[in-house]
């Protein structure tokens, strides 16, 4: 392989560890926020300890993710300077000012409260322990706006001028708010949820099939499939308004996507091929006649360009076209067990004890099923953009380093080793947490009887315990 390859191969390995944790943290931190609002304004003293459990649980969950979304962010940008120092030659003055906001963002916004929301409880008031982790949550959501609205000017780049070979900006209001930027934030707010959301279940499942759970795992299983169940047809809908958006400003990732050679009306969904780049044609195809121009163009005889048209200028079919069968497969299995799994655990008014094993088992194999879909989402989007680094504009051959190419695949090798430990430990550390007996927080009942109803006042969590 050429240096260009393996520098490609070695920025992917990186976005694809790194956006496995910002998928889980940008909802997260919401979520958590909701546990704590539900801890405060619960009556009952067994609701508040439920509630109390399952906020202490998840919130090491989001620091263990949050740190390692943070080191793997560090390492992936330290590669624009060694991997890729032609686009921030030519890019910098629209890339580098986006990049800065989201680092602020993130260390001075989300890292300078989650030491409160971490440590400060029972130190702090609950009003500024609440307030801590809505600036948590939001600091995640504000990180994730400015680097969507980066990729998304790759994407479509829009409100810049070209002057000797570099772009400035115009209108920073076109920049951020370029042509795809408003359906790929909330194509991947959504995707967010619902991995957390199956992140939620099957933990909880896990914990309820392993007897480590008290209080707050059913609680935790119905607020994960509930979520599921309610976004997944949301999502359904944001990502044909995505399509509809790619369809028009990138037509050759739609080609790619659904494996269309010659523009053709009325072309069929592909449900299986092989494409071959080298032949321009697809082998052992199966489709459904009509289908491709009717759910894209939403008319069964609607026009797709195909590949042909742009010829040296469209990204490679095969790793594109079957990672969005991935996406969408692994999509419609998230839909059939979120809305299985809700109907089930309702029919069983939710009690741990009378929970389908079966159901259990499933949702703890599907634990992680957000990050197989988020990170086939992920390589559409970005292998789609080639052979561009600004779509249509810059290609990523032309910003490429000269660095030689056995001291890539050397520096690629260590990358990988390393981040294939750290998924394993990372995994093993949840389950560690999952299967340990879940440690209930007292509440006391003489000061939980002079507190309000609802009332956002000092702790009322057992002192014994802290």
């Given at each position: 392989?050429?240096?260009?390859?393996?520098?490609?191969?070695?920025?992917?390995?990186?976005?694809?560890?790194?956006?496995?944790?910002?998928?889980?943290?940008?909802?997260?931190?919401?979520?958590?926020?909701?546990?704590?609002?539900?801890?405060?304004?619960?009556?009952?003293?067994?609701?508040r300890?439920?509630?109390?459990?399952?906020?202490?649980?998840?919130?090491?969950?989001?620091?263990?993710?949050?740190?390692?979304?943070?080191?793997?962010?560090?390492?992936?940008?330290?590669?624009?300077?060694?991997?890729?120092?032609?686009?921030?030659?030519?890019?910098?003055?629209?890339?580098?000012?986006?990049l800065?906001?989201?680092?602020?963002t993130?260390?001075?916004?989300?890292?300078?409260?989650?030491?409160?929301?971490?440590?400060?409880?029972?130190?702090?008031?609950?009003?500024?322990?609440?307030?801590?982790?809505?600036?948590?949550?939001?600091?995640?959501?504000?990180?994730?706006?400015?680097?969507?609205?980066?990729?998304?000017?790759?994407?479509?780049?829009?409100?810049?001028?070209?002057?000797?070979?570099?772009?400035?900006?115009?209108?920073?209001?076109?920049?951020?708010?370029?042509?795809?930027?408003?359906?790929?934030?909330?194509?991947?707010?959504?995707?967010?949820?619902?991995?957390?959301?199956?992140?939620?279940?099957?933990?909880?499942?896990?914990?309820?099939?392993?007897?480590?759970?008290?209080?707050?795992?059913?609680?935790?299983?119905?607020?994960?499939?509930?979520?599921?169940?309610?976004?997944?047809?949301?999502?359904?809908?944001?990502?044909?308004?995505?399509?509809?958006?790619?369809?028009?400003?990138?037509?050759?990732?739609?080609?790619?996507?659904?494996?269309?050679w010659?523009?053709?009306?009325?072309?069929?969904?592909?449900?299986?091929?092989?494409?071959?780049?080298?032949?321009?044609?697809?082998?052992f195809?199966?489709?459904?006649?009509?289908?491709?121009?009717?759910?894209?163009?939403?008319?069964?005889?609607?026009?797709?360009?195909?590949?042909?048209?742009?010829?040296?200028?469209?990204?490679?079919?095969?790793?594109?076209?079957?990672?969005f069968?991935?996406?969408?497969?692994?999509?419609?299995?998230?839909?059939?067990?979120?809305?299985?799994?809700?109907?089930?655990?309702?029919?069983?008014?939710?009690?741990?004890?009378?929970?389908?094993?079966r159901?259990?088992?499933?949702?703890?194999?599907?634990?992680?099923?957000?990050?197989?879909?988020?990170?086939?989402?992920?390589?559409?989007?970005?292998?789609?953009?080639?052979?561009?680094m600004?779509?249509?504009?810059?290609?990523?051959?032309?910003?490429?380093?000269?660095?030689?190419?056995?001291?890539?695949?050397?520096?690629?090798?260590?990358?990988?080793?390393?981040?294939?430990?750290l998924?394993?430990?990372?995994?093993?550390?949840?389950?560690?947490?999952?299967?340990?007996?879940?440690?209930?927080?007292r509440?006391?009942?003489?000061?939980?009887?002079?507190?309000?109803?609802?009332?956002?006042?000092?702790?009322?969590?057992?002192?014994?315990?802290?």
């Amino acid at each position: 392989m050429d240096a260009l390859v393996l520098a490609r191969m070695q920025f992917a390995a990186n976005i694809t560890f790194h956006i496995l944790f910002p998928t889980i943290t940008i909802a997260l931190g919401w979520l958590l926020l909701f546990f704590r609002w539900r801890y405060l304004k619960s009556q009952e003293p067994q609701d508040r300890q439920a509630w109390l459990n399952a906020y202490r649980f998840w919130t090491k969950v989001f620091a263990l993710s949050f740190a390692l979304g943070v080191v793997s962010g560090v390492t992936m940008s330290f590669q624009f300077g060694t991997n890729w120092p032609g686009f921030m030659e030519r890019a910098g003055n629209v890339a580098g000012p986006l990049l800065g906001y989201e680092v602020l963002t993130a260390f001075f916004l989300e890292a300078g409260f989650l030491g409160i929301m971490l440590f400060g409880h029972g130190k702090v008031s609950e009003r500024v322990h609440l307030l801590a982790s809505f600036f948590v949550a939001f600091g995640t959501t504000l990180s994730a706006f400015w680097i969507l609205a980066l990729n998304s000017w790759l994407q479509t780049p829009a409100g810049h001028e070209i002057i000797d070979d570099e772009f400035h900006v115009r209108s920073w209001l076109e920049v951020v708010f370029n042509p795809s930027f408003p359906y790929r934030f909330a194509h991947m707010l959504l995707a967010s949820a619902l991995t957390c959301a199956f992140l939620m279940a099957g933990l909880s499942a896990w914990q309820i099939l392993r007897g480590a759970s008290s209080l707050a795992a059913p609680r935790t299983l119905r607020v994960g499939l509930t979520l599921a169940a309610l976004l997944i047809p949301l999502q359904i809908v944001v990502g044909d308004l995505h399509g509809l958006n790619t369809l028009k400003h990138q037509p050759q990732k739609i080609a790619a996507m659904e494996g269309v050679w010659e523009t053709e009306r009325g072309a069929p969904l592909l449900l299986f091929a092989i494409p071959d780049d080298e032949k321009r044609t697809n082998h052992f195809e199966i489709g459904i006649p009509r289908g491709a121009s009717l759910i894209l163009t939403h008319d069964p005889d609607g026009e797709i360009k195909g590949l042909n048209e742009f010829e040296g200028a469209h990204p490679p079919v095969l790793p594109v076209f079957w990672a969005f069968r991935t996406m969408v497969g692994m999509g419609v299995l998230m839909l059939a067990t979120a809305w299985a799994g809700w109907w089930l655990a309702r029919r069983a008014q939710w009690r741990p004890e009378a929970l389908p094993r079966r159901l259990l088992w499933l949702l703890a194999g599907m634990t992680f099923s957000g990050w197989v879909a988020t990170v086939a989402g992920w390589y559409v989007t970005e292998i789609g953009r080639q052979p561009f680094m600004v779509f249509g504009l810059l290609r990523t051959a032309d910003v490429a380093s000269n660095v030689p190419a056995p001291m890539i695949a050397l520096t690629l090798t260590l990358y990988v080793t390393v981040y294939l430990a750290l998924i394993v430990a990372y995994i093993g550390v949840l389950k560690y947490m999952a299967e340990k007996p879940e440690q209930v927080l007292r509440v006391d009942e003489e000061e939980l009887a002079a507190t309000p109803v609802g009332a956002i006042t000092s702790p009322v969590v057992s002192r014994s315990f802290r």
